[in-house]
């Protein structure tokens, strides 16, 4: 069983995250999107409603489960008993990130290799800060997130205006 985690705050998910997870299931047998609570980040979204939107979004898509986890990546992918950390790139602003990172955990856990994939050409600008931006002043979003997200990207701009 060759069982990949793709990791991230998915804040929420973009069509860039789904074109690395329709990916990275071609190549694995199972992919576990792992959503992060990620408290540093201070997210939009509850984990709840990420983890919700991410089954919605990748529920035809064969091969794919989805989880939340807390606290270091290298763990959450040994509970899974996977052995590859799929992250993806961008642009050269992600390398130096994602570099590090991999790098780190190679050293901690010698165990487990990352694979960096690069972005579909379509999505290399798109991140779910930009998504926000766009939402957050009334703009479309439809062409950036999958319509069940940008259904509950809308309802939660709403929810915050009549606060
Ligand atoms: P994190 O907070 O862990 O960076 P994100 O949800 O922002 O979480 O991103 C998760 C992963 O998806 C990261 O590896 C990021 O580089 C990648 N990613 C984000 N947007 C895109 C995109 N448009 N195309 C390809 N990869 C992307």
Do not use: W
């Amino acid at each position: 069983m060759r069982r990949a985690v793709y990791p991230g705050t998915f804040d929420p998910v973009t069509n860039g995250h789904l074109d690395i997870i329709r990916r990275a299931a071609q190549q694995f047998d199972e992919v576990v999107v792992g959503v992060l609570c990620n408290s540093k980040k201070s997210p939009l979204f509850s984990i709840d409603e990420r983890v919700r939107m991410l089954q919605e979004v990748t529920k035809d898509i064969p091969g794919v489960r989805v989880d939340s986890f807390d606290g270091m990546t290298v763990n959450f992918v040994r509970a899974c008993g996977a052995g590859v950390i799929i992250r993806g790139l961008r642009a050269v602003t992600d390398f130096e990130n994602e570099l590090q990172m991999a790098q780190t955990n190679r050293v901690i856990a010698p165990d487990i290799d990352t694979m960096l994939m690069v972005t579909s050409l379509e999505y290399a600008y798109l991140s779910s800060t930009i998504v926000k931006e766009l939402a957050s002043h009334g703009e479309a979003i439809e062409r950036f997130v999958p319509p069940y997200a940008a259904e509950k990207i809308k309802e939660k701009y709403k929810e915050i205006i009549q606060k």
